[in-house]
């Protein structure tokens, strides 16, 4: 873990507060990124404050001084897509693009259409329904992203389009729909899924050859009409359920 990594790992900071090592790699991050064309320093000062402040507007973020996990791993992504040019902040125009609605959740600000994890294809707007179901515990948003770190390298390899149905499902939301008491996704550690590829539905079943290999919970729900839907969690350990035959 980096010294601005470390810095992050519990909790939100001013980039005021950071220490001389992570004020250097913000500062590149920032410089990388085409935010800053100062001297990369480890000194926080107006400069790195406007070039912070710069990439925070371009990316729809609130609180301009403060840094916390999804404000970083945006301008490292940023910063290795290289899209920008290395600009002074002054010329620097943010591209407006169609980042959906606005859904505040534990002091930072995210957007309905952008991805979880950078580049993945899961989004904001399907682990909350909309932004209706919001986090309300910092671990719950870190489940949830790294239940879509597991998910991705699944939907890259299998492709079609995965439709959420149900990820982070707070109470009295859980209970509403008959989920179970301790459910993964009351904590934003579980979604499920309708899967479709060429026209065609996939059930829950047909998904297995695919899933044996997923380090975590996997379910197939009883019904008639539930056996499009797969189950995915991303609990510690092996666990398996189903309401009918569960392959070897």
Do not use: C
């Not at 970083?72 to 002074?88: D, G, M, N, T, V």
């Not at 989004?123 to 919001?134: C, I």
Request: charged share 20%.
């Amino acid at each position: 873990m980096t010294a601005l990594q470390n810095a992050i790992a519990h909790h939100q900071v001013s980039i005021t507060e950071l220490s001389p090592d992570a004020a250097k790699e913000l500062q590149q991050l920032l410089s990388n990124a085409g935010f800053l064309d100062s001297t990369v320093d480890g000194v926080i000062g107006s400069k790195t404050k406007a070039a912070f402040a710069t990439f925070k507007e371009s990316a729809w973020l609130s609180d301009p001084e403060m840094l916390w996990k999804p404000s970083l791993e945006k301008l490292i992504e940023l910063s290795a897509e290289a899209k920008r040019p290395i600009a002074s902040v002054e010329s620097s125009t943010p591209v407006k693009v169609d980042r959906g609605n606005r859904i505040v959740m534990l002091g930072e600000t995210f957007y309905s259409n952008d991805p979880i994890i950078p580049g993945g294809n899961f989004t904001w707007g399907e682990a909350t329904h909309n932004g209706t179901r919001l986090f309300t515990e910092k671990a719950f948003l870190n489940n949830t992203i790294k239940l879509a770190k597991m998910l991705q390298p699944y939907r890259d390899k299998f492709g079609g389009t995965w439709i959420v149905t149900s990820w982070n499902r707070p109470e009295p939301f859980n209970s509403r729909y008959g989920g179970a008491k301790f459910s993964q996704h009351k904590v934003g550690a579980a979604a499920d899924f309708n899967i479709r590829k060429d026209d065609k539905n996939y059930t829950a079943l047909d998904m297995m050859p695919l899933m044996r290999s997923w380090a975590g919970g996997l379910g197939i729900y009883s019904g008639p009409n539930m056996k499009y839907v797969l189950h995915t969690d991303s609990r510690s350990g092996l666990a398996r359920w189903n309401g009918s035959w569960w392959p070897n």
